[in-house]
């Protein structure tokens, strides 16, 4: 039997992290009709990630308040009459018509849904460096999510290299579960006692977030964790697996100080410099960006009720601009209440009411991020770490060399794409194209043009700067394409499609 | 992986590379290098037919300036699949049947083995590595009236001097164990294969360059204007960086030269279509031909680094230039219905990426080649299913456009009437 099912939807969300599942479950409660769906086995998406199928939680006190606060998610969502479908991947986008598909199904779904809330979250930056493709590399995001799933400890000498107000969490907690962390470098500055005041000012109502700062801070300290700011990794060395880190001071744009180099011998290299926004979805459906590095590189554009401007298409969470679970749980209920309100489920007036104390603590939460800039501002030098020889596009082993070669005939990202291969294998460009894009952007000037794109410095009172079609592709990469997600051949086949039997050339 | 397919993959823009040795791309500070103001010939497009032809022309030893719009390949150049059909197909077969349509057939079949043994050559001549794979190719047929076909036209090909055979039954089945066992047949022309279409213009562009061409980007024409009383120059060719005037123009602007056209009062018989391919994840070798089907959409190969490029001609949806034809799933559904049907191992193999490019169609699928009568001095150089012809297309018009070589037949004018067709099979066209 070959075709499709279909299927019909008030709401889809798509994606079953934090925003998802707020989203979810405060539209249920409006009354809409709404399907979750997220491609992986568990709900609660990165930061509230479950254990995978086949794990009991024997001790519950031993897996972390991350753990609890997304049963209560998933929990809450359930009870409202969320229909929750797990490993289903949103294969294509358009308008408010998505083509899903579910592990282990035959076919396809074809869900038409009256509104479609796109809260993909974000995966870690891909930061290319020498020996970043040695095993033993591993990105803090994956590591987090092998132990948080798996619960397996990546390796025995682990060092950690990061920056980000929460980067220091992902030590604290490998430490936390009796892991040999040897190192922790922090791109950024040491916090001053004036930037400390000033975030207490700013922080006013953020006393989570600072405390759980303080504590991963308190907890590397305890443990005796040598935790060095103003440091980047600058290579990993090892002939068949990493063997050691060579790190560097780094100035206040991230560039390496010459002369500052030390060597660290481990087995495990996590590396964390912060996240950025899954944009395939959202770019798929035609959706205007902005850029800012700091929010992780593409912002998609959303409206006081997170509408992008494709009708019915709205999106959320650290998909729109990496800002954390508490900004992206407080966005989504803003688009619960405006797909509300636009569905004729809950007046434009009680909406407006209801959306009011959001509003309130996501101005707050957007003191406070700014006020942290200083500290964590992505500097430019991150995607300068490459050297010639260093593999940038991994899928198709494209070195820095081979790309810089080619933009000698060309620096449009379609044509440099199909001189090199680079961004043509099974990541489609989601590990190469933030790399590709500021060695494009430095040799085009395309930089200024979209607003000293990596140059964070100023970034505090700038709106995030609009793109234009050509400035977009130069950042974003290519042309986006279904499926978003490798799919088989034969699930994609339907027969029913018919077929006028016209050869033409291809 | 072969010693070609690595090579396929690299890159260089290194023009005093050893022949053959690797990619030959233009640099980028020639292409942008200012647009002279006087030439014996402009061509508007720079796709494979205008590079090429730029290279015939510049190598014979015109003066000549190529502008495009943007990058050099970019539209349905360098968006097909590279594959060359040298085997009769359908949308050559009017509903009459192959024997009434012979004698046309058999020139399209001469044609045709004229450009196979270019595409053998060219690597050799522009010293360029184009990714050239001779691997022969299939055309299956699912029914006894397709297989019927398959017959007919092989005598056809054979007679043109193409060769081909027809293989059946347990022959089939040993030569190609991969194709479904209940498909009726399929022919088999050795000579077929492909080439990497990202690389084919770019290097005939890079040798034009060498040979005195001013190829230039980002250069878009806005009009031709017909000059009066200007001396040799008949035309003064208007673009974004200022004027050009030329003795002669040629419109190589693909799927968008029926819009130049009408900007001198004239209509040509084409089109702009949408096209969609897909791609998959790479696997180990399961087949070596091309395959395509004589009665359904269906063209499919397993290039060198394992990956399925699966395409047919499918539809995909017009979108306003600069942004590329968007897809529409029905074909990324119907496409790979059609490649399951005829390699059920492909099942289980992931699409990661499909794409769309355009193609100029015109609707006897034939090409649009020569000078126009209505304005002399105004040439035509757009060919429908242009990968395979392309070259060999560009290289007649060059040797009419120098005089060394034979007029073009009228088969191909530019003034012929845009509602011929030549048979049912090919009316409406992919929509």
Redo the contacts between chains.
């Keep these: 039997m ?1 075709g ?1 099912r279909e299927e019909e939807v008030g709401l889809l969300v798509v994606g079953g992290g934090p925003a998802g599942l707020v989203a979810a479950e405060l539209a249920a409660r409006h009354g809409l009709t709404v399907l979750l769906v997220d491609e992986r086995a568990t709900f609660g998406g990165q930061i509230y990630r479950q254990p995978g199928p086949g794990f009991v939680v024997r001790d519950p006190r031993r897996v972390g308040r991350d753990y609890w606060a997304g049963v209560a998610l998933v929990e809450a969502a359930r009870g409202a009459g969320v229909e929750l479908r797990a490993r289903t991947a949103v294969l ?1 986008l ?1 308008g408010t018509t998505a ?1 899903c598909l579910t592990e282990g199904d035959e076919h ?1 779904t074809l869900l038409r849904a009256r509104r479609v809330l796109v809260a993909p979250g974000a995966s870690d930056r891909p930061v290319p460096f020498p020996g970043w493709t040695l095993p033993g590399v591993v990105t803090a995001g994956g590591a987090q999510a092998l132990v948080k799933a798996s619960r397996v400890a990546p390796g025995t000498r682990v060092a950690f290299a990061g920056s980000g107000p929460l980067a220091l969490a992902f030590p604290a907690q490998l430490r936390h579960l009796g892991v040999n962390v040897v190192l922790a470098l922090e791109a950024g500055p040491a916090p001053r006692a004036p930037t400390v005041a000033r975030l207490v000012v700013a922080g006013w109502g953020n006393a989570a977030l600072l405390r759980d700062a303080l504590t991963y801070r308190a907890r590397l300290l305890g443990a005796r964790v040598p935790l060095r700011y103003g440091r980047i990794v600058v290579r990993a060395e090892g002939e068949d697996r990493v063997e050691a880190v060579v790190h560097a001071a780094a100035d206040a744009d991230w560039r390496a100080i010459p002369d500052s180099e030390e060597r660290l011998e481990v087995d495990t290299l996590c590396v964390g410099y912060g996240f950025v926004p899954s944009t395939e979805l959202l770019r798929l459906a035609g959706c205007q960006f902005g850029y800012d590095e700091n929010l992780g590189g593409l912002v998609v554009e959303v409206d006081a009720w997170q509408r992008t401007n494709v009708e019915g298409v709205l999106a959320a969470g650290d998909g729109t601009g990496v800002r954390g679970a508490l900004v992206a749980m407080a966005q989504a209920r803003l688009a619960a209440l405006g797909a509300a309100a636009d569905l004729g489920a809950v007046s434009r007036a009680r909406a407006a009411r209801l959306a009011r104390p959001v509003r309130r603590q996501l101005a707050a939460k957007e003191r406070f991020r700014r006020a942290l800039l200083p500290l964590y501002a992505v500097g430019p030098g991150i995607y300068e770490l490459a050297t010639p020889e260093t593999v940038v596009c991994r899928c ?1 082993e ?1 070195t820095l060399a ?1 790309l810089e ?8 990202t ?2 440099l794409k ?4 680079a961004g ?3 990541c ?1 460009g989601r590990s190469c194209q933030p790399q590709i894009g500021a060695v494009l952007a430095r040799r085009t000037g395309a930089a200024s043009e979209a607003g000293s794109l990596l140059d964070g410095a100023n970034e505090a009172r700038r709106p995030v700067p609009r793109l234009s ?1 050509g400035q977009l592709a130069a950042l974003a990469g290519t ?1 986006p ?3 978003v997600r ?5 699930v ?4 029913t ?10 | 992986m072969d010693e070609r397919a690595s090579a396929e ?5 290194d023009a005093a590379r050893e022949p053959g040795a690797g ?1 030959l ?5 020639d292409l942008s290098g200012e647009v002279p103001t006087d030439t014996d010939v402009v061509i508007v497009g720079g796709g494979l037919a205008g590079c090429a032809l730029a290279y015939f022309l510049a190598t014979q030893g015109v003066e000549l300036a190529v502008l495009e719009r ?5 539209e349905a150049s ?1 968006t ?2 590279g ?1 060359f ?1 040298f085997q009769i ?3 050559q077969l009017t509903g009459a049947g192959a024997d009434a349509d012979r004698d046309r057939l058999l020139a399209d079949v001469r044609l045709l083995v004229r450009a196979a043994a270019m595409w053998r050559d060219l690597e050799r001549e522009l010293r360029a590595d184009l990714g050239v794979h001779v691997t022969g190719g299939l055309m299956v047929a699912e029914t006894p009236e397709q297989l019927q076909i398959l017959v007919t036209k092989q005598r056809i090909e054979r007679d043109g001097g193409l060769d081909t055979e027809v293989l059946t039954g347990a022959e089939l089945r040993n030569f190609a164990p991969y194709l479904a066992e209940d498909l009726a047949g399929a022919s088999y022309c050795a000579t077929e294969g492909y080439a990497n279409p ?2 084919a213009a ?1 290097a005939f562009a890079a040798r034009a360059f060498e040979a005195g061409a001013a190829v230039r980007t980002y250069a878009p024409v806005e009009r031709i204007e017909q000059l009066e009383d200007a001396g040799a120059a008949r035309f003064a060719v208007h673009h974004a960086r200022g004027k050009v005037r030329a003795h002669r123009v040629v419109n190589a602007a693909g799927a968008w030269a029926h819009e130049l056209a009408r900007g001198n009062g004239f209509e040509l018989p084409l089109r702009a279509e949408g ?1 969609h ?1 897909n ?3 790479p696997r180990d070798r399961l087949l070596v031909p091309l395959i ?8 499919l190969k397993q290039s060198s680094n394992g990956t399925f490029i ?4 499918w539809p995909a949806r017009a979108e306003p230039w ?3 034809p ?2 529409r ?2 074909s ?3 496409n ?6 005829v390699v059920p191992a ?11 490019g355009v ?1 100029a ?1 015109s609707k006897d ?1 034939l090409p649009v080649v020569g000078e126009s009568a209505r304005v002399p001095g105004y040439f035509t150089c757009v060919v ?5 012809l392309g070259p060999l297309m560009a290289s007649l018009l060059a040797g009419q456009m120098t005089g060394t070589s034979a007029t073009l037949p009228s088969e191909y004018s530019p003034d012929r009437a845009p509602t011929l067709a030549r048979g049912g ?2 009316q ?3 929509s």
């Excluded at chain 1, 199909?418 to 291969?421: A, C």
């Excluded at chain 2, 791309?25 to 500070?29: G, I, K, N, T, Y």
């Excluded at chain 2, 395509?292 to 063209?299: A, F, K, P, V």
């Excluded at chain 2, 699966?310 to 001609?313: S, Y």
Aim: proline share 7%; net charge positive; aromatic share 4%.
């Design positions: 070959n499709r294509s358009r083509v396809v198709e494209v081979r070669e080619a933009m000698e005939a060309t620096v449009d379609d044509a199909s001189y090199t291969r043509m294998g099974l489609q079609g042309t394409r279904p499926p490798p799919a088989a051949i034969g994609l086949a339907d027969d499609v018919p077929d006028r039997g016209l050869f033409v050339g291809g | 993959s690299g890159t260089c823009v990619v791309l233009p640099r980028r500070s943007a990058e050099l390949n970019r360098g097909n699949a594959s059909h197909a359908i949308h990202l690389l770019p096209l391919m791609v998959t994840e395509q089907h004589i009665g359904r959409r269906l063209t699966v395409g047919g001609g600069p942004a590329r968007s897809v799933w029905s990324v559904a119907g790979a219905a059609v490649a399951r049907r492909l099942a289980d193999v992931r699409v990661i990426h499909t794409w769309a193609w169609a699928l429908p299913t242009g990968f395979t099979a090919r409406g066209g992919p």
